[in-house]
């Protein structure tokens, strides 16, 4: 096992801390694991976390992603027949019928549905390999190496795998997405199936959803070959942790465990509010001599609780020409942690100057 960030004793300081639960390592029941802190996508903890397994129905993640970006929610599905019978979890598809994509992806993420998968495969990618090449194209995208898609339902393959890591690069894109954080967050669905005529009821196979409050999803899996693959991502206070582990046995209760280390690490800090003032610049040739600047966005960024001081740097011109409105941006300010850079704002001005109007002299005039 290792754990990058903070030292060992605290981490399983904090893990002990924890009332709930006894201390066993993070993520000593999985053959491979990670943890990570969703905004930054820095470790937490690892173990074997590059080391290639198959990824069962945790695959769906991406499946999921290449659909809502390239498809429309609302748009209509029509069933093709080669997706029908899919081999596992079934949402029981008709060749022909039609269904919306929105509720394919339901009856995906929360049913497990593996005709789901087919379905959406067909209906983006044109078949079940050019789709698949969607999804490896999106991993290269995001830097993937460790990642190979044969299918879009998770079914074993002998070049269908991922890691730990990658699965975790791949949920924290994927919940980027906020139609994706609404479904995988959803605990039960009613959908349309047979052109509208049959309602079936999902229940999402995420335990920790009905356990815990601050579980935001994401997608559960199994196969003999791949053993027990859990995805799981959750929320406090702003701070989002996502955790993966494959082939563990004792899946639930080591992603508590670890969700809850990684959580107790970290938290939100307002560094700046929208519209704070963050000082003036000169104004030439103007009706105002200087003019006051403020932030246009709020600035919260998560941090490490032990994280060092934090300091700011203002950059603004040494003058600006006036015969501007308000609103202009005529800089930002630069925050950092311990020198590191972690986030900047434009500075705008807090009202407009016109160019002063001097008055003509008998010469001029």
Known sequence: MKIKIPAVALCLAIIMSTAAYAAP????????????????????????????????????????????????????????????????????????????LSDLLYAMMLGSANDAAA???????????????MMNARAEELGLSDTHFENPHGLDGESHYTSAYDLSMIAREALK???????????????????????????????????????IGVKTGFTKKCGRTLVSAAERDGVTVICVTLCDGDDWRDHRRLLS???????????????????????????????????KDRLAVTLLKNHGEVKSVVSLPPFVYAGFEAGRELGFITFYVDGEPVGRVSLAAAEGCAVKQRKKNIFGK
């Open 25 to 100: 390592s993070p993520g000593d029941s999985a053959r491979a694991s990670v943890v990570i802190e969703a905004e930054s996508g820095d470790i937490i903890f690892e173990k074997n976390a590059h080391e290639r397994k198959g990824p069962a129905s945790t695959t769906k993640i991406m499946t999921a992603l290449v659909a809502l970006e390239n498809g429309d929610p609302e748009e209509i599905v029509k069933i093709d027949a080669r997706a029908v019978g899919t081999e596992g979890s079934s949402a029981y598809l008709c060749a022909g019928e039609s269904v919306v």
């Open 119 to 133: 379905a959406i495969a067909y209906h983006i990618g044109g078949s079940i390999e050019g789709f698949a090449g």
């Open 261 to 295: 280390a990684g959580l107790d690490l970290y938290e939100k800090v307002v560094l700046c509010e929208k519209g704070k003032t963050e000082g003036k610049v000169h104004v030439c040739g103007g009706e105002k001599v200087s003019i006051e600047v403020f932030c």
């Open 177 to 215: 997405n906020e139609k994706f954080r609404e479904i995988v967050s959803t605990k039960t669905k009613a959908i349309k199936l047979s052109d509208g005529n049959v309602s079936r009821v999902f229940r999402n196979h995420n335990r920790l959803l009905f356990e815990y409050d601050d579980i």
